[in-house]
């Protein structure tokens, strides 16, 4: 069965600081793994995506890496701020239709001022 | 460019009722996808719709159906409605039915049943 386990599942930091959002997986096949923010009460939001050659995607001051061969991805986000408060949503998706898409539980990230 | 719209954003059934979500892709896409989101979770795969015709199913009672218009929107209707359908309804758009290109969601209509 396709899982997607991520980790902390809530994490709390001071403004400004770093963290780093843990994603593993047992999907197969493979073919992209996205990584969402969803703020409370909305729907998520695209912020990367890295297919099966692709390690590392920047967007912003959100880094993704992705190791397939021990299928870990994770999310670093560098010098926090309040409105980076929200849930972070692993997704892999093996292929072919919407069915195809694995999503993990979240890890929900506070920020505090 | 308006993004994938969804209505209404808040609902409240009671237990036995019925109810109809809509939602509206990405100007082009023609491919509609319904996801269920209780609090806390992620969200889980209702159905998929392309050009009309329903692609996918997920494992969801037969109260859960949907259609999709010509212009390609869509509606998800839940029959006799239970106090566990409480959570946020997300529906999801892309150009195709195949994941490589994808997928855009809306902001989720939040469903309460009491």
């Known amino acids: 069965k396709n899982q997607v386990e991520q980790s902390p599942q809530s994490l709390i930091i001071l403004e400004g600081k770093n963290c780093t959002l843990q994603?593993?997986?047992?999907?197969?096949?493979?073919?992209?793994l996205r990584w969402y923010k969803q703020d409370t009460g909305r729907g998520p939001v695209s912020l990367t995506i890295?297919?099966?050659?692709?390690n590392t995607k920047s967007n912003g001051r959100y880094t993704a890496t992705l190791d397939a061969d021990t299928k870990q991805s994770s999310l670093h986000i560098t010098a926090s701020q309040l409105s980076d408060s929200a849930s972070y949503i692993c997704v892999v998706n093996s292929g072919g239709g919407a069915d195809g898409l694995t999503f993990g539980k979240g890890t929900h990230l506070i920020i505090q001022p | 460019d308006a993004g994938v719209t969804q209505s209404p954003t808040h609902l409240i059934k009671t237990r036995g009722q019925h109810v109809t979500l809509r939602c509206s892709p990405i100007s082009g896409h023609k491919s509609v996808s319904w996801y269920q989101q209780v609090l806390g979770q992620g969200p889980q795969f209702i159905f998929q719709y392309y050009e009309k015709e329903e692609r996918g199913r997920g494992n969801f009672p037969d109260r859960f159906s949907a259609r999709q218009f010509p212009n390609y929107s869509s509606e998800l209707n839940v029959n006799a409605l239970l106090l566990g359908d409480s959570a946020l309804y997300l529906c999801?758009?892309?150009?195709?039915?195949?994941?490589?290109?994808?997928?855009?969601f809306g902001s989720g209509t939040r469903l309460t049943v009491v």
């Open positions: 890295m297919t099966f050659s692709e």
């Open positions: 994603c593993n997986y047992t999907v197969s096949p493979f073919s992209n």
């Open positions: 999801a758009s892309s150009l195709l039915q195949g994941s490589d290109y994808g997928y855009t």
